[in-house]
Structures are given as C-alpha cells and as structure tokens.
C-alpha cells in the first residue's frame, strides 16, 4: 500500500513563527503536492514539485514555500504564520504519467495559528 | 477543469446499494471521470475512474451515460465506513497544468443508516 506520511495530525503555532510541516511518501512518487482544505473552498492548490529540488506554484502560494531535497520528502514552510494561514493541510503523491494520475494522500495536517 | 454537480448530500441504509449521481454536462471528448471520497478526519481516497464504457473494481462501479454528460458511482452494499464525501472529478490528461492538480467541488456527504 502507498503511504503518504504527515509528521502531524495537529499543530498549533502562534502569530509570526516559522512553521514547517513535513510529508514523506514511501512509493518512490515523482510528483508531490501540498493543499489546503477550508469549509466552503475545497481543496486548493498551493505548491507542487514534480521532481527533486523542482517546485512550482499553485493557486494560492502566497505566504508559504517549499523545500524538497530528498524525493521522498517534500516540506511546506510557513515563513510566518499569521491567522488566515488556520486551515487543514494535506500532502499527496502521484507517479509521474497523466493517463491514470492518482493522488494518494496523507492523512492531513489540522494547523491551528492564534 | 470542467465543472462537475453532485447532490449535497444523500442517506442510505446499511447493506444497501448507494447511486450518487454526478453531471458534467461540459465535459470534453478527453476528459476522465475521477471519483475520490473524504471519510472524516482523512485524506481523500482515490475510489475509480473512466473514460466511456462502465468501470468496475473492488470499491465501487462507476457508470458513465453514453453521451458522457453524467456519470454514477454506485457502491454495491453499503457499509458504516462507506460514510464519506464523494468527489466527482475531471482531469484531462492532455493538459498538464499545475502538476494535474486535482480540483475538488463541494462533493456529496453520503451518511449510511445502520
């Protein structure tokens, strides 16, 4: 079975700090995705990496980076976290192929920012 | 993407079939039809997808009209732990967009009776 691994099922951080939430996979997946799901909204993209120190934007990047020095592991980085940033966040991972494309996802991150 | 309307929510017994139904009146000669369902507190699940002729695999059926404007997943006999949402999904696999980011609508909440 694919497992996509979230280092946190919940977190709560204050105004300003740094946060860093992590997520391994262990299926040897190029593609990986960090999304944050709010009531209302769904699931919004926010950045993606298709390959090891490869990145690219999502919908809605603002506030947030990525790092991903291992393919296994890709890492999303709140620079500052600030109370708009209080969402669930899931990691997932694809192989590489458009055709099937299946995203296994982890079991989300519920971050809390006061 | 597409755009894709499901019911909010349905209700089913226990041991009985469920059929959420699923419009995508616009979608496109290489659209696929993705299911995924949310159980609480998880991550999304992959559940099947299809292009045109009928899919069956151990989690559910999914049926595709002929003209590919609907679609139905039908989950044969119900169980508590089929309680979830369910995302109908399009994705076109010609279009690499954002990594094939995966666009998640407001999906249908299926509550099962005992």
């Known amino acids: 079975d694919v497992k996509v691994t979230q280092s946190s099922r919940y977190l709560v951080k204050r105004t300003g700090e740094k946060v860093f939430l992590e997520c391994v996979q262990d299926m040897d997946h190029e593609n990986m995705f960090w999304y944050r799901q709010d009531p209302g909204l769904g699931l919004r993209l926010i950045y993606f990496?298709?390959?090891?120190?490869?990145?690219e934007k999502g919908d809605i990047p603002e506030g947030y980076s990525v790092s991903r020095e291992k393919k296994e592991r890709f890492s999303l980085i709140l620079e500052s976290a600030s109370t708009n940033q209080t969402s669930m966040y899931l990691c997932?991972?694809?192989?590489?192929?458009?055709?099937?494309?299946?995203?296994?996802f982890g079991a989300g991150t519920r971050l809390s920012v006061l | 993407d597409a755009k894709t309307t499901q019911p909010n929510s349905m209700e089913s017994n226990e041991e009985e079939p469920v059929h959420l139904p699923c419009n995508h009146s616009?979608?496109?000669?290489?659209?696929?039809i993705h299911w995924y369902r949310q159980l609480p507190s998880q991550g999304p699940e992959y559940v099947i997808h299809?292009?045109?002729s009928n899919v069956n695999n151990r989690m559910a059926s999914l049926a595709i009209a002929e003209d590919r404007k609907s679609s139905t997943l039908i989950l044969h006999r119900a169980t508590l732990r089929d309680a979830a949402v369910y995302y109908c999904?399009?994705?076109?696999?010609?279009?690499?967009?954002?990594?094939?980011?995966?666009?998640f609508g407001g999906g249908t909440r299926v509550l099962v009776k005992p």
């Open positions: 990496s298709y390959d090891v120190k490869m990145k």
């Open positions: 616009t979608i496109s000669g290489t659209d696929y």
């Open positions: 299809g292009l045109t």
């Open positions: 997932a991972s694809s192989p590489p192929g458009t055709v099937k494309n299946i995203q296994y």
């Open positions: 999904i399009l994705r076109d696999p010609l279009i690499k967009a954002a990594g094939n980011k995966l666009t």
